[in-house]
């Protein structure tokens, strides 16, 4: 079986956002590790956006020139290694800006949506330019910020006007609405991967656009207890490394502490003890193709070990890869 691991390369957009280093670069630098020591690549989804910010705004504050320095590096270094650097899109930071303190993260046009098709092109285009600039790379593959792919026929120009053929957003039976960002992945089909062509839920075999979707879990409201509580009472090993807070999703805990939910195969926090159940029950399905998405700025202690453990267990009977040898051949 194909498994990529995949990490929505960011910060967080709560108040409070936290700081490069602990959310990006040190859970980032230990997958590297991971990586380099088992022979094993990663997926990095990038948040463009962010660093065209940072490059807006470094030459005023000084503060931000060392942020930028350390993630364009970082980035060159994952690329240079033979890790997959491909698109991830937070638009909110067209509208988001830095007072000399912090981030004001304004989060009213979270979805690429929100914004006119217009807009969407210039966005995609110029959010992709940043990547080329950094890997000189073929940049082809897409995650959405937040899962907010939805209304696909809105993105559809801006991805063929610039060659994004390959989606990574959706995972079966997903489902969230809230003020700022919806998905609903309810009827998407039951395939490890299919075409489509203007909506990401439908197959349609001729399409332009490939779906590789995140690997789908269902859980259990004990599962999401066991993970707060173990959070409070072993924080050095169960807390994110990330030192910032996620933004508000207002009934969204609740709902995964009093029923069962559909997500996606994680890497995040505790959610790593998941792996090997996850992975038995794709064997059992025949399936070709196993996608785990992540966060650096929400892995913990805990998930790092179970990461590296994973890898150590799986890498000589399946093939740990990335989209880039998979689907650029």
Not at 93 to 110: L, M
Not at 282 to 292: E, G, P
Request: contains cysteine; charged residues 30%.
């Amino acid at each position: 079986m194909n498994i990529y691991i995949t990490l929505d390369y960011e910060i967080y957009f709560g108040e409070n956002h936290g700081t490069v280093e602990k959310c990006i670069i040190y859970p980032t630098s230990e997958l590297m590790r991971i990586g380099e020591k088992h022979n094993v690549r990663f997926v990095f989804f990038v948040d463009c956006g962010f660093i065209l910010k940072l490059d807006e705004y470094r030459k005023k504050y000084p503060q931000l020139e060392k942020d930028y320095e350390l993630i364009t590096s970082q980035v060159k270094q994952l690329s240079a290694a033979g890790h997959d650097i491909q698109l991830h899109i937070h638009p909110h930071w067209e509208d988001s800006f830095y007072n000399g303190e912090r981030w004001v993260i304004d989060v009213k046009r979270y979805k690429l949506s929100d914004f006119n098709e217009h807009e969407i092109s210039e966005i995609v285009t110029r959010y992709k330019k940043v990547l080329t600039d950094l890997t000189n790379k073929k940049i082809f593959a897409y995650r959405a910020g937040g899962w907010c792919l939805q209304p696909f026929s809105k993105l559809k120009k801006a991805f063929v006007e610039n060659d994004i053929s390959l989606d990574s957003s959706v995972f079966r039976n997903g489902f969230f609405e809230t003020q700022q960002y919806a998905y609903d992945f309810r009827n998407a089909p039951d395939k490890d991967l299919y075409k489509f062509e203007d909506d990401v839920i439908v197959e349609n075999k001729n399409g332009f656009f490939t779906e590789l979707p995140i690997s789908p879990i269902r859980n259990s409201p004990l599962f999401f207890w066991k993970l707060f509580l173990l959070g409070r009472k072993n924080p050095y090993l169960h807390k994110p490394l990330g030192d910032g807070r996620a933004m508000a999703a207002p009934g969204y805990r609740k709902k995964l502490l009093t029923r069962f939910t559909n997500n996606p195969v994680s890497v995040d926090g505790y959610n790593a003890n998941l792996l090997q159940k996850a992975l038995n029950k794709f064997q059992r399905k025949k399936l070709k193709h196993m996608v785990v998405i992540g966060h650096p700025k929400a892995l913990s202690r805990y998930s790092i070990e179970k990461i590296e453990e994973f890898v150590v267990k799986n890498k000589t009977q399946h093939n740990f890869t990335t989209f880039e040898k998979e689907f650029l051949k």
